[in-house]
């Protein structure tokens, strides 16, 4: 059967930056996340007994063969739990390029899981697919769910999975991307978070993330953007702090991610609310709410290390769409 999916990436407004499983690709702290309508990936998966082997290919780009076997593990997954032995035609396309610090591990592996299990005849709830699609990438299992999500860490394969903690029509925030490098990253994420227990910061940032989700689900139930900004920051320069403190130690900021950083400071102190986050890559995410967006761009159009940017309102999760790419 031949199933097409459309998954978006998603923002982590709490990280993930450690695993206490790592085959499980079980986190050591909850996240937050919200869904980018922007940054997504459409996957066409097709089972028959005609193909000999598994076909795997993405539209106006080339899987590394390390990235070709993650998704024929993938498949696996899907083949084993549907108990069929058929091989695949897998086709992908991304509607922003890959490896730039924008989520195309989470957008992906989100997409093909849902393609994937539908194709192979798999009828799973929206939580059996978080915990699907994790395990194919951590932050792949938040784009699952609608919106504005949460990833309980849990301890096993089936508590680790996230769920919709508001509609993605609950807040009418943005998430401004200025993409200041096209090039892929040099440490992937999952590589990076190996280390993470090298980093004296580690356990801090870790016994500070239950109060900081708590304050993060006031922030939204109040809808405070200010309170959420801050938080969201400060989050980000934790994981950073973690990132730059580990052993060998990670830099993900270039010269222009910081003048990016000091731009939306700058916006700040003319009076438009607008915070940043950052995840692994040199890509600045700007989440502001709908009334500041055209400012907010206008400031970053004018920054020379710019080269594109990504506008992104929440958005719903993974789902089956009737177009197929092939
Ligand atoms: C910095 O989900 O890409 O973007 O589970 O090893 O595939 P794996 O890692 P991945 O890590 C994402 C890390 C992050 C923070 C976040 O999105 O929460």
Redesign the pocket.
Known sequence: MKRTSVAPA???F????G?RDEAL?I?TNN?F?MNLSGAYTTTTVDFSDEFKVDEVSIIDGEFSEAETWKVIAHLDRVRDAAKISDRARVETKNSFPKGTGI?S??SG?AALTVAAASAAGLKLSEKELSILA?L?????C?SIPDGFVEWVAGSTNENSFAYSVYPHEYWDLRDIVAVVSEGAKSV???GG?QDVRTSPLWEQRLSEIPARIEQMKRAFKEKNFTMLGELIEADCLS?HAVMQSQAPPLQYWTDATKRLMDTVRDMRASGIPAYFTI??GPNVHVICEAASEEKVIQSMSAISDVRSIIVNKPAPGAHLISEHLF
Do not use: H, L, Q, V
Not at 136 to 140: E, L, R
């Open positions: 998603n923002i982590a709490i990280k993930y930056w695993k690709r986190p996240s996340s989520a591990s989470a592996f994790r194919g990438s951590g932050s792949a938040r992937t994420s999952t978070m994981m995840d692994a």
